[in-house]
């Protein structure tokens, strides 16, 4: 049977995170189903502009931008409503439209994408409304639907658990020395033992733990003198202030590189320099960097007490900690760093990364959700 899917975004193609990330690969998955099952499927976001679509996840046929054109954005919805059948939305700040949308046209099944932060606290009236109408909510991890369920007393059968995949055009690496390039750029050599962290640096999320790992560094500088942790990802004025004064605190001027943000065609090339990667967050809803990462054949510090444990397979993948526990994370680190990360263990950690988290795996669940 023939279906009409419309998958509804804040911004897909514009910006680069998580979700962005997660939705590209949701839409190509969708695009590839449609053409299989001889679905139509179009892709709706409110902020990016038609000329912000990268082609090789769907063809511009399939994709609406309206640029911050709001108004266009809600009228152009509320005509179309009576044509899905599904409709998907990538974020819960879009449920106003999924209202809408069910008030229009009450037999179009609405689903939303619950990834984390954004769902695991109270919500406004509208958006609970909107959940009580939702036909299904796919949750990126087993945390989140926890949240989900214990939080807003969503009905459990409604919510599914759809881990993220790695995106499908990311460029894998078939081998895995360290890029000569980054050596020279941050000073290293290829023996150097390198902690690395890559996330959003901004003073109103200090829930990442990347101060924790300042913390740790300057205990294990005495057992690794060569050792260099290299801080990544965007940060805000008052969020530099904060690192720096840390930075100075724990006396690691010279083991900590911050390098600002990094470009997406770099970021292979940086899990390649690194030993380890580490990110012992709070409130990860599942975290990308992670599966990324892993896909590099980087082994993976995270924390144990959020959506971080499914992109560790449990503990098959990585190595979850206490991230309040200074002791736990500086021997999780004494540990991988005192063991050798050779080539053969890259690849085999990439293997099972992409056993888990593949996109073909991905879309066969998607399906199987779709077809129910």
Known sequence: MSKKVILYTLQTFSTTGGIQKMTRTLAHSLNILAQRNNWDFKLWSAYDKKNDLMPQYLPAENFRGFGINRIGFVLKTMVAAQKPDIIILSHINLAIIGLLIKTINPKCKIWLIAHGIEVWRPLSIFKNMFLKRCDKIICVSNFTRQQMISRHNTVPENCIVLNNAVDPFMKLPETFTKPAHLLSRYWLNDKTPVIFTLTRLASTEQYKGH??????????????????????????????????????????????????????????????????????????????????????????????????????????????????????????????????????????????????????????????????
């Open 211 to 372: 101060d924790q790992v300042i913390k740790v560094i300057s205990k294990l500088k005495s057992q690794f003198p060569d050792i260099r942790y290299i801080l990544a990802g965007q940060y805000d004025h008052d969020e530099e202030i904060r690192i720096q004064k840390l930075i100075s605190a724990y006396k690691v001027d010279e083991q900590v590189i911050l390098t600002g943000f990094i470009e997406e065609h770099e970021l292979v090339d940086h899990f390649l320099l690194a030993d380890m990667f580490v990110l012992p967050s709070k409130k990860e809803g599942f975290g990308i960097v992670f599966i990324e990462a892993l896909a590099c054949g980087l082994p993976v510090i995270c924390g144990n007490a959020d959506g971080s444990v499914d992109a560790i397979c449990n503990g098959e993948l990585g190595k979850a900690i206490n991230v309040d526990d200074i002791n736990e994370l500086e021997t999780a680190l004494t540990d991988h760093l005192t063991k050798p990360l050779t080539e053969i263990k890259r690849q085999e950690l990439q293997r099972k990364c992409l056993m888990h988290f593949n996109e073909n795996d991905y879309m066969d669940k998607l399906e199987k959700i779709l077809t129910q």
